[in-house]
Protein backbone atom coordinates (compact mmCIF):
# COMPACT_ATOMS: atom_id res chain seq x y z
CA UNK A 1 0.00 0.00 0.00
CA UNK A 2 1.12 3.83 -0.62
CA UNK A 3 -0.09 6.28 1.85
CA UNK A 4 1.49 10.06 1.76
CA UNK A 5 1.19 12.12 4.84
CA UNK A 6 1.58 16.20 5.21
CA UNK A 7 1.07 17.23 8.50
CA UNK A 8 0.15 20.54 8.21
CA UNK A 9 -3.23 21.65 7.13
CA UNK A 10 -2.10 25.36 7.14
CA UNK A 11 1.01 27.12 7.16
CA UNK A 12 1.17 31.19 7.26
CA UNK A 13 4.45 32.38 6.45
CA UNK A 14 6.14 36.29 6.48
CA UNK A 15 6.77 37.77 2.88
CA UNK A 16 10.78 37.06 2.79
CA UNK A 17 10.87 33.88 5.37
CA UNK A 18 12.03 30.63 4.99
CA UNK A 19 9.12 28.15 3.91
CA UNK A 20 8.88 24.57 4.77
CA UNK A 21 6.31 22.04 3.98
CA UNK A 22 6.43 18.38 5.12
CA UNK A 23 5.62 15.42 3.14
CA UNK A 24 6.44 11.70 4.72
CA UNK A 25 5.70 8.41 2.38
CA UNK A 26 4.89 5.14 3.02
CA UNK A 27 5.59 3.06 -0.24
CA UNK A 28 7.21 -0.91 -0.07
CA UNK A 29 9.40 -0.68 -3.32
CA UNK A 30 11.23 2.19 -5.04
CA UNK A 31 8.86 5.60 -5.46
CA UNK A 32 8.79 8.43 -7.29
CA UNK A 33 7.51 12.02 -5.91
CA UNK A 34 5.63 14.67 -6.89
CA UNK A 35 4.48 18.11 -5.44
CA UNK A 36 1.43 19.47 -7.25
CA UNK A 37 0.00 23.04 -6.36
CA UNK A 38 -3.33 24.77 -6.98
CA UNK A 39 -3.22 28.72 -7.05
CA UNK A 40 -6.75 30.35 -6.32
CA UNK A 41 -9.00 30.19 -9.12
CA UNK A 42 -6.30 27.44 -11.47
CA UNK A 43 -6.25 24.03 -11.80
CA UNK A 44 -4.14 21.23 -10.06
CA UNK A 45 -0.75 21.44 -11.44
CA UNK A 46 2.94 20.03 -11.29
CA UNK A 47 5.19 21.83 -9.60
CA UNK A 48 8.20 20.09 -9.15
CA UNK A 49 9.24 15.77 -9.15
CA UNK A 50 12.41 14.31 -7.32
CA UNK A 51 13.97 12.35 -10.70
CA UNK A 52 14.38 15.80 -12.49
CA UNK A 53 16.69 17.23 -8.89
CA UNK A 54 15.08 21.01 -10.57
CA UNK A 55 14.39 24.20 -8.43
CA UNK A 56 11.19 25.63 -9.67
CA UNK A 57 10.36 28.86 -8.35
CA UNK A 58 12.30 28.61 -5.81
CA UNK A 59 11.49 25.54 -4.23
CA UNK A 60 13.39 22.37 -3.56
CA UNK A 61 12.39 18.88 -2.41
CA UNK A 62 14.94 16.19 -1.68
CA UNK A 63 13.84 12.40 -1.67
CA UNK A 64 14.98 11.20 1.68
CA UNK A 65 14.32 7.23 1.53
CA UNK A 66 16.15 6.81 4.87
CA UNK A 67 13.65 9.18 6.62
CA UNK A 68 11.02 8.54 3.74
CA UNK A 69 10.34 12.37 3.69
CA UNK A 70 10.24 14.58 0.52
CA UNK A 71 9.77 18.30 2.26
CA UNK A 72 9.37 21.04 0.20
CA UNK A 73 11.54 23.98 0.57
CA UNK A 74 11.76 27.56 -0.41
CA UNK A 75 14.49 29.87 1.16
CA UNK A 76 12.30 33.58 0.65
CA UNK A 77 8.74 33.11 0.05
CA UNK A 78 6.95 35.91 -1.70
CA UNK A 79 3.45 36.35 -1.95
CA UNK A 80 2.65 34.65 -5.18
CA UNK A 81 3.55 31.34 -2.94
CA UNK A 82 0.08 31.19 -1.25
CA UNK A 83 -1.62 28.21 -2.83
CA UNK A 84 -2.24 24.79 -1.75
CA UNK A 85 0.52 22.18 -2.26
CA UNK A 86 0.04 18.80 -2.76
CA UNK A 87 2.55 15.96 -2.52
CA UNK A 88 2.35 12.90 -4.35
CA UNK A 89 3.64 9.59 -4.45
CA UNK A 90 3.55 7.53 -7.71
CA UNK A 91 4.74 3.41 -8.19
CA UNK A 92 6.13 1.77 -10.67
CA UNK A 93 5.13 1.31 -13.43
CA UNK A 94 1.60 2.22 -13.54
CA UNK A 95 2.18 6.05 -12.71
CA UNK A 96 -1.22 6.14 -10.44
CA UNK A 97 -0.44 8.79 -7.86
CA UNK A 98 -1.85 8.99 -4.03
CA UNK A 99 -1.91 12.41 -2.83
CA UNK A 100 -1.57 13.77 0.46
CA UNK A 101 -4.65 16.06 1.78
CA UNK A 102 -2.65 19.15 1.05
CA UNK A 103 -1.31 22.30 3.01
CA UNK A 104 -2.88 25.76 2.60
CA UNK A 105 0.30 28.03 2.41
CA UNK A 106 -0.35 31.40 3.12
CA UNK A 107 2.46 34.46 2.29
CA UNK A 108 1.77 37.37 4.52
CA UNK A 109 3.57 40.94 3.60
CA UNK B 1 -3.19 23.26 -27.26
CA UNK B 2 -6.10 22.38 -26.08
CA UNK B 3 -5.92 21.58 -21.72
CA UNK B 4 -8.10 18.91 -19.98
CA UNK B 5 -11.80 20.06 -20.23
CA UNK B 6 -14.87 18.72 -18.48
CA UNK B 7 -18.58 19.01 -18.28
CA UNK B 8 -20.47 19.40 -16.13
CA UNK B 9 -18.74 21.85 -14.02
CA UNK B 10 -21.54 21.65 -11.28
CA UNK B 11 -24.42 19.46 -11.40
CA UNK B 12 -26.95 18.47 -8.06
CA UNK B 13 -28.45 14.83 -8.17
CA UNK B 14 -30.34 12.61 -5.53
CA UNK B 15 -29.59 9.48 -3.72
CA UNK B 16 -29.82 6.42 -6.00
CA UNK B 17 -29.51 8.33 -9.30
CA UNK B 18 -27.16 7.89 -11.74
CA UNK B 19 -24.52 10.42 -13.28
CA UNK B 20 -22.22 10.72 -16.11
CA UNK B 21 -18.94 13.22 -16.03
CA UNK B 22 -17.58 13.73 -19.17
CA UNK B 23 -13.47 14.44 -20.17
CA UNK B 24 -11.37 15.91 -23.27
CA UNK B 25 -7.96 14.56 -22.81
CA UNK B 26 -5.17 17.63 -23.50
CA UNK B 27 -3.96 17.20 -27.40
CA UNK B 28 -1.53 14.10 -27.58
CA UNK B 29 -2.51 12.40 -24.68
CA UNK B 30 -3.80 8.92 -24.76
CA UNK B 31 -4.19 8.26 -20.84
CA UNK B 32 -6.86 9.80 -18.72
CA UNK B 33 -7.55 8.70 -14.70
CA UNK B 34 -10.03 9.72 -12.36
CA UNK B 35 -10.04 11.01 -9.23
CA UNK B 36 -12.19 12.02 -6.69
CA UNK B 37 -11.58 15.12 -4.16
CA UNK B 38 -14.10 15.47 -0.93
CA UNK B 39 -13.87 18.54 1.21
CA UNK B 40 -10.47 19.32 2.58
CA UNK B 41 -8.95 16.29 1.06
CA UNK B 42 -6.84 15.29 -1.53
CA UNK B 43 -7.45 13.75 -5.05
CA UNK B 44 -8.36 10.15 -4.71
CA UNK B 45 -7.42 7.78 -7.73
CA UNK B 46 -10.53 5.82 -8.99
CA UNK B 47 -9.50 4.06 -12.31
CA UNK B 48 -6.56 4.95 -15.08
CA UNK B 49 -7.51 4.39 -19.10
CA UNK B 50 -4.98 4.26 -21.72
CA UNK B 51 -6.39 3.15 -25.35
CA UNK B 52 -9.63 2.43 -24.56
CA UNK B 53 -9.16 0.13 -21.58
CA UNK B 54 -8.83 0.33 -17.86
CA UNK B 55 -5.27 0.49 -16.60
CA UNK B 56 -5.52 0.28 -12.94
CA UNK B 57 -8.49 0.58 -10.55
CA UNK B 58 -8.37 2.63 -6.88
CA UNK B 59 -10.34 1.02 -4.13
CA UNK B 60 -13.61 2.62 -5.63
CA UNK B 61 -16.86 -0.16 -5.93
CA UNK B 62 -18.09 -1.18 -9.10
CA UNK B 63 -20.77 1.27 -9.10
CA UNK B 64 -17.97 3.61 -10.06
CA UNK B 65 -17.05 2.98 -14.00
CA UNK B 66 -15.93 4.36 -16.39
CA UNK B 67 -15.36 4.37 -20.82
CA UNK B 68 -12.37 5.86 -23.02
CA UNK B 69 -13.47 6.53 -26.75
CA UNK B 70 -11.16 6.27 -29.71
CA UNK B 71 -10.27 10.07 -29.50
CA UNK B 72 -9.44 10.00 -26.29
CA UNK B 73 -11.94 11.80 -24.12
CA UNK B 74 -13.56 9.56 -21.37
CA UNK B 75 -16.72 9.28 -19.20
CA UNK B 76 -17.39 8.45 -15.35
CA UNK B 77 -20.55 7.04 -14.69
CA UNK B 78 -21.70 6.25 -10.75
CA UNK B 79 -24.23 4.80 -10.27
CA UNK B 80 -26.87 4.54 -7.55
CA UNK B 81 -25.51 7.78 -6.27
CA UNK B 82 -25.01 8.15 -2.04
CA UNK B 83 -24.33 11.22 0.07
CA UNK B 84 -20.86 10.14 0.42
CA UNK B 85 -20.09 10.52 -3.79
CA UNK B 86 -20.58 14.53 -3.26
CA UNK B 87 -17.22 15.55 -4.31
CA UNK B 88 -15.59 17.45 -6.73
CA UNK B 89 -14.28 14.83 -9.33
CA UNK B 90 -11.19 15.63 -11.26
CA UNK B 91 -9.90 14.57 -14.86
CA UNK B 92 -6.04 14.33 -15.53
CA UNK B 93 -4.46 13.28 -18.60
CA UNK B 94 -0.97 12.48 -19.54
CA UNK B 95 1.78 12.03 -22.50
CA UNK B 96 1.59 8.57 -23.44
CA UNK B 97 2.46 5.71 -21.17
CA UNK B 98 2.34 8.53 -18.40
CA UNK B 99 6.20 8.08 -19.12
CA UNK B 100 6.76 12.07 -17.14
CA UNK B 101 4.22 11.13 -14.25
CA UNK B 102 3.05 14.66 -15.13
CA UNK B 103 -0.51 14.91 -15.19
CA UNK B 104 -2.48 17.55 -16.61
CA UNK B 105 -6.13 18.18 -14.38
CA UNK B 106 -8.99 19.75 -15.67
CA UNK B 107 -10.89 22.15 -13.18
CA UNK B 108 -13.33 19.44 -11.97
CA UNK B 109 -17.15 18.75 -11.90
CA UNK B 110 -18.27 19.15 -8.47
CA UNK B 111 -20.78 16.54 -7.86
CA UNK B 112 -23.64 17.30 -4.84
CA UNK B 113 -25.75 14.60 -3.82
CA UNK B 114 -29.03 14.98 -1.70
Known amino acids: AQRVTQPEKLLSVFKGAPVELKCNYSYSGSPELFWYVQYSRQRLQLLLRHISRESIKGFTADLNKGETSFHLKKPFAQEEDSAMYYCALSGRPDYKLSFGAGTTVTVRA | ETGVTQSPTHLIKTRGQQVTLRCSSQ?????VSWYQQALGQGPQFIFQ???????GRGNFPPRFSGLQFPNYSSELNVNALELDDSALYLC?????????????FGEGSRLTVL
Open chain 2, 92 to 104: ASSLPGGVTGELF
Open chain 2, 27 to 31: SGHNT
Open chain 2, 49 to 55: YYREEEN
